[in-house]
């Protein structure tokens, strides 16, 4: 498969991107990011330096990905996300200097396999998104969120569960199961966690 980076582009000849990957119009790829196969960067999406990613994510457009983000397998990231990666950002240094680049400890925002970030959704680092699971549009994600979790809201909270198929989830026959009423698969709730029921 071959990679397509259109020319408005700007990606680093440090950056590494796997087979089936597109980055379109104004978007920037920074030194030493890794993009696994069949990625999407969407028109003006920002990859930072040594951010990972990896196969089959897509960062729609305006999306900020900045470093030390990590994106597993199949993350969607929607338009105009922002993942922040500064405890206590400043412009200068109590004196009125500018900061320096290296003068800060970079925190990241990590995101488990199957996950979707709905747009305009701004993750302040350092927060791990679980497995599968989705944050509503316009929300604030201030602390982790469980896998397969349905978060809203300023800050996000939990309000749903929700399945691989990211509709929500309805209660099933037995206590504490939930079951997709898309895929028809059954997941088991226990004390604020969700799992997959056993095959």
Known sequence: ????????????????????????????VREQAVLGENCIVGRGAYVGTGVRMGDNCKLQNYALVYEPAVLEDGVFVGPAVVFTNDYFPRAVEPDGTLKRGDDWEAVGVTCRTGSSIGAR??????????????VAAGSVVTKDVPDFALVAGVPARRIRWVGRAGVPLEAGDAPNTWVCPKTGETYIEDHESLTEAPK
């Open 121 to 134: 959704s701004v993750c302040v680092a350092p927060v791990t998104i679980g497995r599968w699971a989705l």
């Open 1 to 28: 498969m071959a990679i397509r980076v259109v020319d408005s582009a700007d990606v680093s000849p440090d950056a590494h991107l796997g087979d089936g990957t597109s980055v379109w119009h104004l978007a920037q």
